[in-house]
C-alpha cells in the first residue's frame, strides 16, 4: 500500500549504530527505527536472550501465566508510578487502551458522562481510530469519515485554553511530556504541574504518552521524573522491546481498577517470545551506567549543536528536545536536508515544524557522536551552497 514515503534505500546488517546499505556503503544511524533501537542494532545480548527464548517456547496464550510477563510488569512497576501493567504488541495498542481505561474508570465512579480526552497540537499517539482522533491531526484524520466524539485539540502549551477546558465531561488529559512526531518539543515542568493539579481538582486522570521519549531517551528512565509529576496511567512501546515489537501501559490501581476479567484482552500481547526479549532490553536500559552515558552524550551534542546553529543561522533555526530526543528546526526543507545527510552517510528522521529528529540509539559513543555533527556541519554546508546555486 503507498502510505510510507520511503527513501530509495534498504540495509543489509546492522551493528550497534552503524547499518549497512546494499549501496554498499555504512551510515550513522540517528534513526534506530524511529527511536526503537535504544541498544543499537544487534546489541549480544539480545542476540543470545532471542535464539535461547527461541529453542524454548515462543507463543502460548494469555490464558496461562507468563513468567517472564510478571517479571516485566514487575520491574516496571518498581521503576516507576505503576501498579499494574497491560503488554501490547504496538505503541497505538496501548494508548487505545489509555483510552479505554480513562472512560472506564469514570464510568465506574458513577460519572459516565465524562468522556472527554484532551489532547494537545503537534501530539502524536499512533494510528488505530481512537488514536488518530485523539492525535488530531488533519492529514491522518481525512477521509476517513466521522470522528469519534470526546476528543479536545487545544493548541500546545496554552493553559489558559486547558482551564477552561476541563470541567465535568473531562475524562483524562493525555499528553507527550516531549512530544516526538511534532518535532522534539519538550513540555515546561510547570504546565506538566498545572496539568496534575486540574486533574486532580477535577477527579481526571492524566495520561502520559512515552512511547517515544521513555525508556532512557532523555536520560531518565521515563521522561516524566525530571518534572517530578506523576501520571495516573503511561504507554510505553518503541525501545521497551529493543527492535521486538511490543508496548506496555502502565497504570495505577486506582485508574485501572475498573478493568475486570473480560474488560480487555490480546492474542499476542506479552507472548513469551517478546517478554523474554523485553526483558532482557529492559535490564540493560534501566542501568545507571547507561543512562548516566545519554545525559552525558547528549550534554555533548547539545552544546556542538549550538556551535552548529551559531555558524549555520540561514540553515538551523532552533535546537530542542530532550536527551537524546534532538530535534533541529531548519530553514530550507527538511525532507531535502534529510536526503541530504543521507548522501553524507548520516541517517535522521523528519518531523513535524520543519524539524529533523536525532534519536541516535542511547549506546551511541562520544566520537560517534563527533561523527553525526561532523556530517550535520557537512549537510549544513551542502545545504547553503545549494541554495546559493
Ligand atoms: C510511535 C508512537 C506511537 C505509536 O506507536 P506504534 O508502535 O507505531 O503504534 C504513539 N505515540 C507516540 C508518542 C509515538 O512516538
Known amino acids: 500500500m503507498g502510505v510510507y514515503n520511503r527513501a530509495p534505500l534498504a540495509f543489509e546488517r546492522g551493528r550497534g549504530v552503524r547499518l549497512y546499505g546494499d549501496d554498499g556503503r555504512d551510515y550513522l544511524d540517528c534513526v534506530a527505527g524511529i527511536a526503537v533501537n535504544g541498544l543499537g542494532h544487534c546489541h549480544p545480548r539480545l542476540v543470545k536472550t532471542l535464539e535461547e527464548q527461541a529453542e524454548k517456547l515462543w507463543h502460548v496464550s494469555n490464558i496461562y501465566r507468563i513468567p517472564d510477563q510478571e517479571a516485566l510488569a514487575a520491574r516496571l512497576c518498581a521503576a516507576t508510578f505503576a501498579e499494574e501493567v497491560f503488554f501490547t504488541n504496538s505503541g497505538t495498542e496501548a494508548v487505545e487502551l489509555a483510552l479505554k481505561v480513562a472512560r472506564r474508570h469514570q464510568a465506574a465512579k458513577g460519572a459516565p458522562e465524562r468522556i472527554d480526552v484532551i489532547t494537545f497540537e503537534g501530539a502524536f499517539h499512533g494510528r488505530t481510530y481512537a488514536a488518530v482522533t485523539a492525535g488530531g491531526n488533519e492529514t491522518y484524520l481525512e477521509g476517513f469519515g466521522p470522528r469519534l466524539p470526546g476528543y479536545i485539540h487545544l493548541p500546545f502549551g496554552d493553559m489558559d485554553a486547558l482551564k477552561a477546558a476541563v470541567g465535568p465531561t473531562t475524562a483524562a488529559i493525555m499528553i507527550e511530556p516531549v512530544q516526538g512526531e511534532g518535532g522534539a518539543r519538550a513540555v515546561s515542568d510547570a504546565d506538566l504541574r498545572l496539568m496534575r493539579q486540574l486533574c486532580d481538582e477535577q477527579g481526571a486522570l492524566l495520561m502520559f504518552d512515552e512511547i517515544q521519549c521513555g525508556m532512557g531517551r532523555t536520560g531518565k528512565l521515563f521522561a516524566y521524573e525530571w518534572s517530578g509529576v506523576v501520571p495516573d496511567v503511561m504507554c510505553v512501546a518503541k525501545a521497551l522491546g529493543g527492535g521486538f515489537p511490543v508496548g506496555a501501559l502502565l497504570a495505577t490501581h486506582h485508574a485501572a481498577g475498573a478493568m475486570k476479567v473480560g474488560a480487555h484482552g490480546s492474542t499476542y500481547g506479552g507472548n513469551p517470545l517478546a517478554m523474554a526479549v523485553a526483558l532482557a532490553a529492559f535490564d540493560e536500559i534501566a542501568k545507571p551506567e547507561l543512562l548516566d552515558h545519554v545525559n ?15 555558524r549555520y543561522p540561514d540553515v538551523v533555526e532552533e535546537i530542542r528536545g530532550k536527551g537524546l530526543l534532538i530535534g533541529l528546526k531548519l530553514k530550507p526543507n527538511n525532507r531535502d536536508f534529510m536526503a541530504q545527510a543521507r548522501e553524507n552517510q548520516l541517517l535522521i528522521a523528519g518531523g513535524g515544524d520543519n524539524c529533523v ?9 562520544q566520537d560517534e557522536a563527533r561523527e553525526a555533527v561532523e556530517k550535520l556541519e557537512k549537510t549544513c554546508e551542502d545545504t547553503r551552497a545549494k541554495a546559493a546555486s
Not at 357 to 365: A, E, F, K, M
Request: hydrophobic share 40%; no cysteine.
Open 296 to 310: 552525558q552524550v547528549s550534554g555533548y551534542l547539545g552544546q556542538q549543536l549550538a556551535g552548529l546553529k551559531d
Open 357 to 365: 529528529r536525532l534519536l541516535p540509539p542511547l549506546i551511541l559513543t
